[in-house]
Protein backbone atom coordinates (compact mmCIF):
# COMPACT_ATOMS: atom_id res chain seq x y z
CA UNK A 1 0.00 0.00 0.00
CA UNK A 2 1.74 3.00 -1.16
CA UNK A 3 1.48 5.87 1.57
CA UNK A 4 1.60 9.66 0.65
CA UNK A 5 2.43 13.13 1.68
CA UNK A 6 -0.91 15.53 2.61
CA UNK A 7 -1.10 18.85 3.13
CA UNK A 8 -4.35 20.67 3.86
CA UNK A 9 -5.45 24.37 4.33
CA UNK A 10 -8.49 26.43 4.51
CA UNK A 11 -8.90 29.15 2.47
CA UNK A 12 -10.85 31.80 0.92
CA UNK A 13 -12.83 32.55 -2.05
CA UNK A 14 -10.27 35.16 -2.81
CA UNK A 15 -7.54 32.33 -2.35
CA UNK A 16 -9.51 29.56 -4.58
CA UNK A 17 -9.68 32.42 -7.56
CA UNK A 18 -5.37 33.26 -6.98
CA UNK A 19 -4.54 29.33 -6.64
CA UNK A 20 -6.74 28.57 -9.38
CA UNK A 21 -5.25 30.37 -11.67
CA UNK A 22 -1.16 29.75 -10.79
CA UNK A 23 -2.32 25.85 -11.11
CA UNK A 24 -3.85 26.48 -14.46
CA UNK A 25 -0.71 27.78 -15.96
CA UNK A 26 1.58 25.03 -14.53
CA UNK A 27 -0.26 21.90 -14.02
CA UNK A 28 -2.93 19.16 -16.22
CA UNK A 29 -6.70 18.74 -15.36
CA UNK A 30 -7.65 15.69 -13.83
CA UNK A 31 -9.46 12.83 -16.29
CA UNK A 32 -13.05 12.78 -14.12
CA UNK A 33 -13.12 16.96 -14.80
CA UNK A 34 -16.07 18.34 -16.81
CA UNK A 35 -15.22 21.85 -17.79
CA UNK A 36 -12.27 22.27 -15.04
CA UNK A 37 -14.17 20.57 -12.18
CA UNK A 38 -16.45 17.50 -10.92
CA UNK A 39 -19.42 16.53 -8.07
CA UNK A 40 -18.34 13.71 -5.65
CA UNK A 41 -21.00 12.51 -3.56
CA UNK A 42 -19.74 9.63 -0.93
CA UNK A 43 -21.11 7.67 1.69
CA UNK A 44 -19.45 7.02 5.07
CA UNK A 45 -19.24 4.76 7.92
CA UNK A 46 -19.20 4.61 11.13
CA UNK A 47 -20.07 3.25 14.37
CA UNK A 48 -22.43 3.69 17.55
CA UNK A 49 -19.99 5.21 19.58
CA UNK A 50 -18.95 7.47 16.31
CA UNK A 51 -15.57 5.52 16.50
CA UNK A 52 -14.10 7.37 12.69
CA UNK A 53 -15.47 10.74 13.67
CA UNK A 54 -13.97 10.87 17.41
CA UNK A 55 -10.25 9.82 16.46
CA UNK A 56 -10.34 12.49 13.59
CA UNK A 57 -11.01 15.15 16.48
CA UNK A 58 -9.04 13.41 18.86
CA UNK A 59 -6.12 12.99 16.37
CA UNK A 60 -5.07 9.51 16.68
CA UNK A 61 -2.13 8.91 15.05
CA UNK A 62 -3.31 5.68 13.45
CA UNK A 63 -6.62 5.43 12.22
CA UNK A 64 -9.20 4.87 9.26
CA UNK A 65 -12.27 5.06 7.44
CA UNK A 66 -14.44 3.65 4.84
CA UNK A 67 -16.65 5.05 2.00
CA UNK A 68 -18.39 4.59 -0.82
CA UNK A 69 -17.84 6.91 -3.85
CA UNK A 70 -18.93 7.98 -7.09
CA UNK A 71 -18.64 10.86 -9.33
CA UNK A 72 -20.74 12.98 -11.23
CA UNK A 73 -23.67 11.76 -10.75
CA UNK A 74 -22.53 8.41 -12.37
CA UNK A 75 -23.50 5.22 -11.08
CA UNK A 76 -21.96 3.25 -13.49
CA UNK A 77 -18.68 3.60 -11.89
CA UNK A 78 -18.70 2.70 -7.62
CA UNK A 79 -15.73 2.70 -5.76
CA UNK A 80 -15.49 1.33 -2.01
CA UNK A 81 -12.35 3.12 -0.54
CA UNK A 82 -10.62 2.71 2.60
CA UNK A 83 -8.51 5.39 4.17
CA UNK A 84 -5.93 5.17 6.17
CA UNK A 85 -3.39 7.74 7.88
CA UNK A 86 -0.32 6.74 10.19
CA UNK A 87 2.17 9.13 11.38
CA UNK A 88 0.78 11.68 8.99
CA UNK A 89 0.78 10.00 5.97
CA UNK A 90 -2.22 8.58 4.04
CA UNK A 91 -2.93 5.46 1.95
CA UNK A 92 -5.77 4.74 0.07
CA UNK A 93 -7.09 1.58 -1.04
CA UNK A 94 -9.99 1.09 -3.76
CA UNK A 95 -11.97 -1.56 -5.46
CA UNK A 96 -15.30 -1.13 -7.62
CA UNK A 97 -18.75 -2.20 -6.70
CA UNK A 98 -21.71 -2.89 -9.14
CA UNK A 99 -24.68 -0.56 -8.52
CA UNK A 100 -26.74 -3.21 -6.85
CA UNK A 101 -23.54 -4.12 -4.01
CA UNK A 102 -23.52 -0.16 -3.27
CA UNK A 103 -27.37 0.03 -3.04
CA UNK A 104 -27.07 -3.29 -0.39
CA UNK A 105 -24.27 -1.76 1.42
CA UNK A 106 -26.29 1.57 2.21
CA UNK A 107 -29.46 -0.46 2.95
CA UNK A 108 -26.67 -2.46 6.06
CA UNK A 109 -27.19 -5.74 4.08
CA UNK A 110 -24.34 -7.35 4.74
CA UNK A 111 -24.71 -11.12 4.85
CA UNK A 112 -23.51 -11.54 1.09
CA UNK A 113 -20.13 -9.57 1.51
CA UNK A 114 -18.47 -12.49 3.83
CA UNK A 115 -18.56 -14.21 -0.07
CA UNK A 116 -17.93 -11.61 -2.50
CA UNK A 117 -13.92 -12.50 -3.00
CA UNK A 118 -13.00 -8.99 -2.65
CA UNK A 119 -10.68 -8.55 -0.04
CA UNK A 120 -11.48 -4.67 1.14
CA UNK A 121 -15.74 -6.04 0.70
CA UNK A 122 -14.16 -8.62 3.33
CA UNK A 123 -12.73 -6.16 5.85
CA UNK A 124 -15.66 -3.85 5.86
CA UNK A 125 -17.76 -6.85 6.07
CA UNK A 126 -15.84 -8.03 9.10
CA UNK A 127 -15.89 -4.53 10.72
CA UNK A 128 -19.51 -4.19 9.99
CA UNK A 129 -20.22 -7.37 11.88
CA UNK A 130 -17.35 -6.53 14.62
CA UNK A 131 -17.47 -2.89 15.17
CA UNK A 132 -21.05 -2.32 13.84
CA UNK A 133 -19.99 -0.03 11.46
CA UNK A 134 -23.11 0.98 8.88
CA UNK A 135 -23.68 3.71 6.47
CA UNK A 136 -23.64 7.27 8.35
CA UNK A 137 -24.23 9.89 6.09
CA UNK A 138 -23.64 11.58 2.69
CA UNK A 139 -20.92 13.65 1.94
CA UNK A 140 -21.30 15.87 -1.13
CA UNK A 141 -18.81 18.68 -2.92
CA UNK A 142 -17.50 20.41 -5.56
CA UNK A 143 -13.64 19.80 -6.69
CA UNK A 144 -11.60 21.69 -9.06
CA UNK A 145 -8.62 19.00 -9.58
CA UNK A 146 -5.13 19.63 -10.62
CA UNK A 147 -2.62 16.86 -11.52
CA UNK A 148 1.73 17.38 -12.13
CA UNK A 149 3.46 13.96 -13.12
CA UNK A 150 6.90 15.13 -11.01
CA UNK A 151 5.68 13.51 -7.43
CA UNK A 152 2.79 11.97 -8.54
CA UNK A 153 1.68 15.08 -7.27
CA UNK A 154 -2.31 16.14 -7.23
CA UNK A 155 -3.85 19.28 -6.31
CA UNK A 156 -7.90 20.09 -5.41
CA UNK A 157 -9.74 23.06 -4.30
CA UNK A 158 -12.90 21.49 -2.66
CA UNK A 159 -15.84 23.52 -1.65
CA UNK A 160 -19.59 23.81 -1.63
CA UNK A 161 -19.56 20.57 0.99
CA UNK A 162 -22.81 19.59 1.31
CA UNK A 163 -24.47 16.91 4.31
CA UNK A 164 -26.88 14.65 3.96
CA UNK A 165 -27.50 14.92 7.61
CA UNK A 166 -28.33 11.07 8.76
CA UNK A 167 -29.52 10.03 4.97
CA UNK A 168 -27.71 7.12 3.52
CA UNK A 169 -29.77 7.37 0.32
CA UNK A 170 -26.90 7.69 -1.96
CA UNK A 171 -27.45 6.82 -5.18
CA UNK A 172 -30.70 8.53 -5.02
CA UNK A 173 -30.26 11.85 -7.20
CA UNK A 174 -32.98 13.53 -5.23
CA UNK A 175 -31.82 13.16 -1.59
CA UNK A 176 -31.98 16.07 -0.02
CA UNK A 177 -28.43 17.62 1.34
CA UNK A 178 -27.30 20.67 2.68
CA UNK A 179 -24.99 23.00 3.56
CA UNK A 180 -22.49 21.69 6.13
CA UNK A 181 -22.81 25.01 8.64
CA UNK A 182 -19.84 27.63 7.22
CA UNK A 183 -17.51 24.99 6.25
CA UNK A 184 -14.34 26.11 4.29
CA UNK A 185 -12.98 26.30 1.21
CA UNK A 186 -10.19 23.50 0.91
CA UNK A 187 -7.16 23.39 -0.47
CA UNK A 188 -5.59 19.58 -0.77
CA UNK A 189 -2.09 18.76 -1.93
CA UNK A 190 -1.17 15.02 -1.78
CA UNK A 191 2.26 13.50 -3.27
CA UNK A 192 4.86 10.59 -3.15
CA UNK A 193 8.26 11.31 -2.28
CA UNK A 194 8.83 14.87 -2.82
CA UNK A 195 7.04 18.13 -3.43
CA UNK A 196 8.15 20.04 -6.75
CA UNK A 197 9.13 23.53 -5.54
CA UNK A 198 6.98 24.92 -8.49
CA UNK A 199 3.77 23.69 -6.84
CA UNK A 200 5.17 24.16 -3.26
CA UNK A 201 5.88 27.98 -4.78
CA UNK A 202 1.91 27.94 -6.34
CA UNK A 203 0.37 26.90 -3.48
CA UNK A 204 2.29 29.09 -1.10
CA UNK A 205 -0.47 31.65 0.70
CA UNK A 206 0.11 34.61 2.86
CA UNK A 207 -1.17 33.34 6.36
CA UNK A 208 -1.99 30.49 5.43
CA UNK A 209 -1.05 27.44 7.45
CA UNK A 210 -1.38 23.41 6.67
CA UNK A 211 -3.70 21.83 9.27
CA UNK A 212 -6.47 19.30 10.13
CA UNK A 213 -9.84 19.33 8.02
CA UNK A 214 -12.36 16.15 7.67
CA UNK A 215 -14.99 16.70 5.09
CA UNK A 216 -17.10 14.09 6.94
CA UNK A 217 -16.03 15.62 10.55
CA UNK A 218 -17.73 18.82 9.11
CA UNK A 219 -21.02 16.72 7.56
CA UNK A 220 -21.59 15.45 11.36
CA UNK A 221 -22.14 19.39 12.31
CA UNK A 222 -25.97 18.52 12.32
CA UNK A 223 -25.41 14.84 14.57
Known amino acids: MQYRHEWKHEISAGDRLILRQRLSAIAGQDAHAIDGKYQIRSLYFDNASDKALREKIDGVNRREKFRIRYYNGDTSVIRLEKKSKINGLCAKESVPLTKAQAA ?120
Not at 160 to 172: E, K, P, Q, S, V
Not at 176 to 196: C, H, N, R, S
Not at 214 to 221: D, E, G, L, N, V
Open 104 to 223: AIAKGDCVWMADSGISLVGELYSKMTLQGLRPKTIVDYTREPFVFAPGNVRVALDYDIRTGLRCTDFLNPHCLTVPAGEAAIILEVKWDAYLPDIIRDAVQLPGCRAGAFSKYAACRIYG
